[in-house]
């Protein structure tokens, strides 16, 4: 399975209510990084957690990681409906020449008015 | 200030045409990457160039597939004798350096009839 995947797969919420999506990934990492899409648009870069950080804290996100369990939340607070997008993880692995930075499937969600 | 432009946002052709697609990065932006996104899917890498070094050309799924970039701007990937599973997003993005988060284009949608 790839490297990054992100569970749940879809996820529909109302305004206000807060939105948690996990990514799990393999191998050793230097950092993770989470994206927004847009339908029909490029990817946004939302935040960046290197390997030796734990939370870190952007606006209304919130990400951890946990090295020990190869895994990382993102936590979007009081949501709103232009937060509906599909959000994606993305790993760079750590050491040696690979720079290749490594996407899951993403998560689709949904905020409802 | 600009972002990152791809042209064309379209392209519609027929199989066993080859097409050409264009990337314009972030100014100063030394690292551009080329990506596939087919529907509903994560991105695939397919390429990405840094500096003057040699591209790490490890994702192009064929000989068919082809990229240049002149010196850290404008970057094209080609596509041979299109095939009809050539059909997806493809998404250019640009970095400062290889480690730094990625800012992406709006994508060309490629159809092959």
């Known amino acids: 399975s790839q490297q990054g995947e992100e569970d749940p797969q879809a996820l529909s919420i109302q305004e206000g209510e807060n939105a948690t999506m996990n990514c799990s990934y393999k191998?050793?990492?230097?950092?993770l990084q989470w994206y927004r899409q847009n339908s029909g648009r490029g990817l946004v870069h939302l935040i960046l957690?290197?390997?030796?950080?734990r939370e870190k804290h952007s606006g209304r996100l919130r990400v951890t990681l946990d090295t020990s369990k190869k895994s990382s939340s993102l936590l979007i607070t009081a949501s709103r409906a232009a937060d509906t997008a599909s959000y994606f993880c993305?790993?760079?692995?750590?050491?040696?020449?690979?720079?290749?930075?490594?996407f899951g499937k993403g998560t689709l969600l949904t905020v409802n008015p | 200030g600009a972002g990152v432009s791809q042209s064309p946002s379209n392209k519609v052709t027929e199989k066993g045409k080859d097409v050409e697609l264009r990337c314009d990065p972030i100014?100063?932006?030394?690292?551009l990457y080329w990506y596939r996104q087919r529907l509903g899917q994560g991105l695939e890498f397919l390429i990405y160039?840094?500096?003057?070094?040699?591209?790490?050309k490890s994702g192009l799924p064929s000989d068919r597939f082809s990229a240049e970039r002149t010196g850290e701007s404008v970057s094209t990937l080609t596509i041979q004798r299109t095939q009809q599973e050539d059909s997806a997003v493809y998404l250019c993005?640009?970095?400062?350096?290889?480690?730094?988060?990625?800012?992406f284009g709006d994508g060309t949608r490629l159809s092959i009839l």
């Open positions: 100014s100063g932006h030394t690292a």
């Open positions: 957690i290197r390997s030796n950080e």
């Open positions: 993005a640009s970095s400062l350096g290889l480690r730094d988060p990625q800012h």
């Open positions: 993305a790993t760079l692995n750590s050491g040696g020449s690979n720079y290749k930075l490594t």
């Open positions: 191998t050793s990492i230097n950092n």
């Open positions: 160039f840094q500096g003057n070094s040699a591209p790490d």
